[in-house]
């Protein structure tokens, strides 16, 4: 049994993480500000003896003695990470100080949250960890790019200078269910969208592409990473590589969904990569990983989960 902190823990990624641990017989301590996280994404934990939730803003430093921990404390959709620039910032790095020092003083393994946006606007598809990304500095996106970018470059000073065990998990975009409806990302907005007979918003012409991996597949291949030998310091891509154009993603979701949805276009946000695609080559090497669940049953998932949420929010409102 490990004592195992989740920073992010009430957030979409860490609550899966999170009933994770717990199931396998780990301790976890869920550290989060409820920014993009909400309590009930842990409600039923909270009554677990082996979770424990903290109210806690990683921009300031935390001192609580663990073996391993998972930084995931960072909104990810660029709606909410844009609403704050600067905080997003201020989370990415000093978040990724704190944790690390955390790290140094007890010892404890630490892995990093990073993400596919330090790859940007690729030039390169699909893109392999070795490709140095072609980021905007000074772009709407930059705060959340780049602050992800220099997290990933203090990892690995950490781990130069002070040995610190560090793990960086560049994360392709991930959905299933418990994302947050109103997050602003691309899955939860079209099925909430298709759901209900609104229309579905393309931005731009939409055969800008994403590659989707389901969360489960994600949270597998983020354990693996951590629990991976010492010598694998260097960034691992975990998403799925199977490539899709959002006008393609939509017709899947209207299909699934038997919704009467129209589609319509507004302006694409500035800055707005066109490709994303991973090599999972390293992933499939030294974890043994590679995704399982199509998109199409993946969403499906999905779907089902948010058609409880929907119809749980109709209920409220009737009473
Ligand atoms: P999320 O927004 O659902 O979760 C982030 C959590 O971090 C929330 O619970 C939020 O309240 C918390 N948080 C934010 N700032 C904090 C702070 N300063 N102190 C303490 N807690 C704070 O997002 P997610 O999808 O679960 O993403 C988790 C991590 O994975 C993030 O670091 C994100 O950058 C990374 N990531 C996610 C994806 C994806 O597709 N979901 C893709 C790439 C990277
Ligand atoms: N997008 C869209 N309609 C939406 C939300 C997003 O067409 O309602 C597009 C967005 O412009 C981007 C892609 O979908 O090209 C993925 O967006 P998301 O915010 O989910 O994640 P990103 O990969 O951009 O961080």
Same mark, same amino acid.
């Given at each position: 049994?490990?004592?195992? %902190?989740?920073?992010? !823990?009430?957030?979409?990624?860490?609550?899966?993480?999170?009933?994770?641990? =717990?199931?396998?017989?780990?301790?976890? =301590?869920?550290? *989060?500000?409820?920014?993009?996280?909400?309590?009930?994404?842990?409600?039923?934990?909270?009554?677990?003896?082996?979770?424990?939730?903290?109210?806690? *803003? &990683?921009?300031?430093?935390?001192?609580?003695?663990?073996?391993?921990?998972?930084?995931?404390?960072?909104?990810?959709?660029?709606?909410? +990470?844009?609403?704050?620039?600067?905080?997003?910032?201020?989370?990415? &790095?000093?978040?990724?100080?704190?944790?690390?020092?955390?790290?140094?003083? +007890?010892?404890?393994?630490?892995?990093?949250?990073?993400?596919?946006?330090?790859?940007?606007?690729?030039? &390169?598809?699909?893109?392999?960890?070795?490709?140095? !990304?072609?980021?905007?500095?000074?772009?709407?996106?930059?705060?959340?790019?780049?602050?992800?970018?220099?997290?990933?470059?203090?990892?690995? *000073?950490? $781990?130069?200078?002070? @040995?610190?065990?560090?793990?960086?998990?560049?994360?392709?975009?991930?959905?299933?269910?418990?994302?947050?409806?109103?997050?602003?990302?691309?899955?939860?907005?079209?099925?909430?969208?298709?759901?209900?007979?609104?229309?579905?918003?393309?931005?731009?012409?939409?055969?800008?592409?994403?590659?989707?991996?389901?969360?489960?597949?994600?949270?597998?291949?983020?354990?693996?990473?951590?629990? @991976?030998?010492?010598?694998?310091?260097?960034?691992?891509?975990?998403?799925?590589?199977?490539?899709?154009?959002?006008?393609?993603?939509?017709?899947?979701?209207?299909?699934?969904?038997?919704?009467?949805?129209?589609?319509?276009?507004?302006?694409?946000?500035?800055?707005?990569?066109?490709?994303?695609?991973? $090599?999972? @080559?390293?992933?499939?090497?030294? %974890?043994?990983?590679?995704?399982?669940?199509?998109?199409?049953?993946?969403?499906?998932?999905?779907? $089902?989960?948010?058609?409880?949420?929907?119809?749980?929010?109709?209920?409220? $409102?009737?009473?």
């Amino acid at each position: 049994m490990k004592t195992i %902190l989740i920073t992010g !823990g009430a957030g979409f990624l860490g609550s899966t993480l999170s009933k994770r641990l =717990i199931s396998e017989g780990h301790k976890v =301590i869920c550290v *989060d500000n409820l920014s993009t996280g909400f309590i009930k994404n842990i409600q039923n934990l909270i009554d677990n003896p082996n979770f424990e939730f903290i109210l806690h *803003d &990683v921009v300031t430093p935390l001192d609580i003695e663990v073996d391993e921990i998972y930084n995931l404390a960072c909104p990810a959709s660029p709606d909410k +990470y844009q609403a704050d620039p600067i905080k997003t910032m201020k989370t990415s &790095v000093f978040g990724a100080l704190n944790m690390l020092e955390l790290a140094k003083k +007890y010892d404890a393994k630490i892995l990093q949250a990073s993400t596919s946006e330090v790859y940007g606007d690729p030039k &390169v598809s699909p893109q392999p960890e070795n490709y140095f !990304g072609n980021v905007n500095i000074n772009g709407i996106r930059s705060c959340y790019d780049e602050g992800k970018r220099c997290a990933e470059t203090l990892f690995s *000073d950490y $781990n130069r200078q002070f @040995s610190t065990k560090i793990k960086i998990m560049r994360i392709f975009n991930t959905y299933g269910p418990g994302m947050d409806m109103h997050d602003g990302r691309v899955v939860s907005n079209f099925i909430v969208q298709a759901l209900q007979n609104d229309p579905i918003t393309i931005y731009g012409q939409g055969s800008q592409t994403r590659s989707f991996c389901y969360v489960n597949d994600n949270i597998e291949g983020m354990m693996r990473l951590m629990n @991976s030998g010492d010598h694998l310091t260097s960034p691992v891509n975990i998403g799925n590589p199977v490539e899709f154009t959002m006008l393609e993603l939509a017709e899947i979701i209207l299909k699934l969904t038997g919704s009467k949805s129209q589609l319509i276009h507004m302006d694409l946000p500035q800055d707005d990569p066109m490709q994303r695609k991973p $090599n999972i @080559s390293l992933a499939k090497q030294e %974890l043994s990983w590679e995704p399982k669940i199509s998109l199409e049953n993946g969403l499906l998932e999905t779907i $089902n989960y948010f058609e409880n949420v929907l119809s749980q929010n109709v209920m409220a $409102n009737q009473r």
